[in-house]
């Protein structure tokens, strides 16, 4: 059975969670990546990693069911994606959770760790992850599919964002998605705001400090086949973050969980045996 519920992050706002799995299981948190929500992990959620794990997945602010700020600032500080994080393993009573940040999603998880630190999670999992911002960053590790299509994706023109989100969603895995995952990414994606999408990629932050200090176990997944988010971003987290090891998925693009789920789960599963 699948649960739902609203935990209040920074500033008030309502972040949305659903919960599945075994309440008594270690918990895992999936925090999904830019212009996408909880569906991202349908296949987690309904999976086999259900069993014997306790598993939450939030929507980030601005996505999905949570609460949307009309607010630069909400989006482009970064106390605001910490917060949202920590509110939820806190209020949830997640504490020892393994954090799995998909794409930005491995941004908002070094914002978490640079405001609260490691002392409340076990371990950590970037997925096809961003971890920084900036001129260097992007032109190395942000992938040709990304810069491709992501301002349009941000125009508050449908004429121009809707082409776009299929053209980036078409570069999130390396073979086509089957309908149903395709038709839901279609829908949350066009669920975000422009605006919001437009803000997020004004983010500017490095995190090289944080990730050298990084004390708990750290699984880097990542596709080869990967264009949104280039496969020198997890060569990067490798050589910065000392516990960091990779995992590299042959044929697969930005979508490890999705294109090769059942791999995915049992690492996944691994590491949360290690935490």
């Given amino acids: 059975m699948m649960l739902t ?3 209040t992050g920074r500033d008030g706002v309502p972040i949305h969670v659903v919960e599945t799995g075994d309440p008594g299981g270690l918990p895992i948190l999936f925090i999904h990546g830019w212009a996408q929500c909880h569906l991202s992990w349908a ?4 999976g086999a990693l259900a069993e014997s794990h306790r598993l939450l997945a939030m929507d980030l602010r601005g996505h ?11 989006y482009t500080d970064r106390s605001g994606w910490a917060d949202d994080v920590d509110a939820v393993l806190t209020t949830l009573r997640a504490q020892g959770a393994v954090l799995v940040g998909w794409s930005y999603g491995g941004m908002v998880i070094c914002d978490y760790l640079d405001r ?4 409340a999670i076990s371990a950590v999992n970037f997925v096809g992850a961003a971890v920084g911002t900036g001129e260097d960053r992007f032109s190395s590790m942000i992938g040709s599919g990304f810069v491709r299509y992501a ?3 941000a125009s508050p023109d449908p004429e121009v964002s809707v082409p776009a989100t299929r053209g980036f969603l078409s570069e999130c895995t390396h073979e086509p998605m089957e309908p149903a995952d395709w038709d839901a990414a279609l829908v949350y994606n066009g669920m975000v705001p422009a605006a919001v999408k437009g803000w997020m990629l004004q983010r500017r932050v490095a995190n090289d400090e944080l990730l050298a200090g990084l004390d708990v176990p750290v699984l880097v997944s990542h596709g080869l086949a990967d264009t949104i988010i280039s496969p020198a971003s997890a060569e990067y987290i490798e050589e910065t973050c000392p516990p960091a090891r990779i995992s590299w998925y042959e044929h697969v693009g930005h979508c490890p969980f999705l294109e090769s789920a059942e791999r995915f789960d049992t690492e996944l599963g691994e590491l949360a045996g290690v935490g």
Avoid: E, Y
Wanted: proline content about 4%; charged content about 20%.
């Fill in 5 to 7: 519920t609203t935990v």
């Fill in 43 to 46: 296949h987690q959620l309904q």
């Fill in 64 to 74: 999905g069911g949570s609460g949307r700020p009309d607010d630069r600032n909400a």
């Fill in 116 to 119: 609260h630190g490691s002392s």
């Fill in 151 to 153: 301002m349009d994706c």
